[in-house]
């Protein structure tokens, strides 16, 4: 971790998938202020790296600090709209806001306030439960289980869970972005049959140079 010092003192020199390394070591070896800190500098640099966005809410979430994690959140489902992982996390963040809600309406002994709290607690807890049956009711699972840019185009793997009974085929409609957040390169991929409970996978080559990040329409 000492060879971090430096990214950590002056990231400005280093490309966003240097910072991305440093902190996925630093938060593999259990530093999370530092992975945090180089979580943050990826996104100035690329705001679209999924891994990024994902982990960093996460750690925020688990710091207590679930309301700076909300952005995050809405751009993580935004590229990755078919894994309910990202949406069981900002049903947690919502889930808290009721919570603390419920701690003030306690504390006080204004009707009128303890009427606006009761409101706003339900509010907050149905969208906690939509959320949470978004992600309980997909019919499957996204998850992109590699990315490897290229100087010319990338290469992208992914897997779908097949969460229903009947073998089904699924077509995945991936953009792949530059810096900007500009598409460069919409390709799809068609997988094979996926028995009803299986994974299978998909891979799609794009040729495009520039390519840094990647977003995918979602799954019906």
Same mark, same amino acid.
């Given at each position: 971790?000492?060879?971090?010092?430096?990214?950590?003192?002056?990231?400005?020199?280093?490309?966003? +998938?240097?910072?991305? !390394? #440093?902190?996925?070591?630093?938060?593999?070896? #259990?530093? +999370?202020?530092?992975?945090?800190? +180089?979580?943050?500098?990826?996104?100035?640099?690329?705001?679209?790296?999924?891994?990024?966005?994902?982990?960093?809410?996460?750690?925020?979430?688990?710091?207590?600090?679930?309301?700076?994690?909300?952005?995050?959140?809405?751009?993580?489902?935004? !590229?990755?709209?078919?894994?309910?992982?990202?949406?069981?996390?900002?049903?947690?963040? !919502?889930?808290?806001?009721?919570?603390?809600?419920?701690?003030?309406?306690?504390?006080?002994?204004?009707?009128?306030?303890?009427?606006?709290?009761?409101?706003?607690?339900?509010?907050?807890?149905?969208?906690?439960?939509?959320?949470?049956?978004?992600?309980? #009711?997909?019919?499957?699972?996204?998850?992109?289980?590699?990315?490897?840019?290229?100087?010319?185009?990338?290469?992208?793997?992914?897997?779908?869970?097949?969460?229903?009974?009947?073998?089904?085929?699924?077509?995945?409609?991936?953009?792949? +972005?530059?810096?900007?957040?500009?598409?460069?390169?919409?390709?799809?991929?068609?997988?094979?049959?996926?028995?009803?409970?299986?994974?299978?996978?998909?891979?799609?080559?794009?040729?495009?140079?520039?390519?840094?990040?990647?977003?995918?329409?979602?799954?019906?």
């Amino acid at each position: 971790l000492e060879g971090l010092k430096p990214m950590l003192e002056n990231p400005a020199p280093y490309a966003d +998938l240097a910072l991305l !390394i #440093g902190a996925e070591v630093s938060r593999m070896s #259990g530093n +999370l202020p530092n992975a945090m800190t +180089l979580y943050q500098e990826t996104l100035k640099k690329n705001p679209n790296a999924r891994d990024a966005n994902y982990f960093l809410a996460y750690l925020l979430i688990d710091a207590n600090r679930g309301e700076e994690a909300l952005p995050l959140l809405d751009r993580l489902i935004e !590229i990755d709209p078919s894994n309910g992982d990202n949406y069981l996390l900002k049903s947690i963040v !919502i889930r808290n806001r009721a919570t603390a809600a419920q701690t003030r309406r306690d504390a006080t002994r204004d009707a009128t306030q303890r009427q606006t709290l009761l409101r706003e607690i339900r509010a907050l807890t149905a969208q906690a439960d939509s959320l949470g049956a978004k992600e309980s #009711g997909m019919p499957q699972k996204v998850q992109v289980i590699g990315f490897e840019r290229r100087p010319e185009g990338a290469k992208l793997n992914g897997t779908i869970e097949n969460r229903t009974q009947a073998a089904k085929t699924y077509t995945v409609e991936m953009s792949f +972005l530059n810096a900007a957040g500009e598409v460069l390169e919409t390709l799809t991929a068609t997988t094979e049959s996926i028995a009803g409970g299986a994974t299978g996978g998909f891979e799609i080559i794009a040729t495009k140079p520039g390519i840094v990040a990647w977003r995918y329409k979602a799954l019906p």
